[in-house]
């Protein structure tokens, strides 16, 4: 909870730690409310179940459930006939060879951590490095106590102990893509196809988003992962790499800056057209993009100078954090532009104004 919140809101409630669902749900369950949206990574688990006992439109704890273990995601995306990477579950070294048939490979958490803990396998030599890293940040990860407290609560099966095996996947090639959108009920409203632009590997943080991206079968393929989740009610974010599922989030996308770029191609930010139950078919005009500063190590901001036309999302004395930390996010600074038809230009005139920023930070 932040200061900005507090002077926005009539009153604010302060909740345990993520990685406490249950905790959670029993302070959430003492409070007076006229409706619940669940439309975040950390409100999904808790607001499912608050949602259920409320009679509330939300994703099912079931659902939930599949989004934010992969590995129950991916074995749910297997048995519709949704192409993914090949994967395996592992939890040794041994396991991660078995499953090589070439480099790179990529080890994942089951649980969804926003990107920390993955890792990029290149080598065969790498792999005893590599799993004995995953091994030490499973049992302390906040996202796999969060995982491990909502299965416990909701009754529901993890499928694998996630505090000591992990996903390991071939590593896909195709461009990074992803799609967006709103279920009333199962009715679709889908808003686009995004391009993602990442970071150099081995990292695997966002820099950039395009909108929109090349459709081709991403519309069908994103139906049919919606279906295997058994999602309704419920913003998503599907990803792809190529035309291949990488993940499911029953969740609004939720990046720094992600509902601006929303906003620009559809005139409204998505959490309102949520609020307000518009169901109308989202209508997307011209093209936008959304680029960002990062910086992939920890240390002291002492000074924020934002370009013009970037938002700054730190401020001075603020501590980063470093990235083999849980809560580590390498967001400074973000820029939405827009072009009447081209997306990269739209992105080229982002990615200036965020190079236009100046930071200074001490490690």
């Not at 994703?59 to 459930?65: G, T, V």
């Not at 926003?114 to 990860?141: H, Y």
């Not at 500063?293 to 954090?321: D, I, T, W």
Request: hydrophobic content about 40%; overall charge negative.
């Amino acid at each position: 909870m932040t200061e900005e919140d507090e002077a926005a809101y009539d009153r604010c409630v302060r909740l345990p730690p993520v990685a406490r669902v249950g905790e959670t749900l029993r302070v959430l369950e003492g409070l007076p409310f006229d409706r619940v949206v669940v439309q975040t990574e950390y409100g999904l688990l808790p607001g499912s179940l608050l949602a259920a006992r409320r009679g509330e439109p939300a994703p099912s704890p079931q659902a939930a459930l599949l989004c934010t273990d992969k590995w129950l995601s991916r074995r749910s995306l297997a048995a519709a006939g949704v192409p993914t990477p090949r994967f395996s579950l592992a939890e040794t070294p041994g396991d991660v060879r078995a499953c090589a048939r070439s480099y790179p490979l990529v080890l994942k958490p089951v649980a969804s951590t926003l990107a920390r803990g993955v890792l990029r396998v290149d080598r065969e030599e790498a792999i005893e490095g590599a799993v004995a890293r995953m091994k030490t940040f499973l049992p302390v990860a906040p996202d796999v106590a969060r995982l491990l407290d909502f299965a416990r609560v909701a009754g529901l099966d993890p499928g694998c102990d996630p505090t000591r095996q992990f996903l390991v996947e071939e590593f896909a090639e195709e461009p990074p893509v992803e799609t967006d959108g709103l279920l009333f009920g199962d009715r679709l409203d889908f808003f686009a196809a995004t391009e993602q632009v990442l970071s150099p590997p081995p990292r695997f943080y966002l820099e950039g988003y395009l909108l929109p991206a090349r459709e081709g079968n991403l519309r069908s393929r994103t139906e049919a992962a919606l279906r295997a989740h058994g999602l309704r009610d419920a913003g998503f974010s599907v990803e792809f790499r190529g035309e291949a599922v990488i993940e499911v989030n029953g969740r609004l996308g939720e990046d720094d800056g992600f509902p601006d770029l929303f906003r620009a191609g559809l005139g409204t930010y998505p959490i309102l057209k949520w609020i307000g139950r518009d169901a109308s078919p989202s209508r997307r005009e011209g093209a936008h993009a959304l680029a960002y500063a990062n910086r992939y190590a920890g240390g002291l901001v002492r000074s924020v100078r934002p370009g013009a036309g970037a938002e700054a999302l730190v401020r001075p004395g603020q501590r980063l954090k470093d990235p083999t930390d849980p809560d580590f996010n390498p967001h400074l600074a973000f820029a939405v532009a827009s072009h009447p038809s081209d997306a990269r230009e739209a992105y080229g005139l982002a990615r200036a104004a965020v190079e236009r920023s100046r930071f200074e930070v001490e490690d």
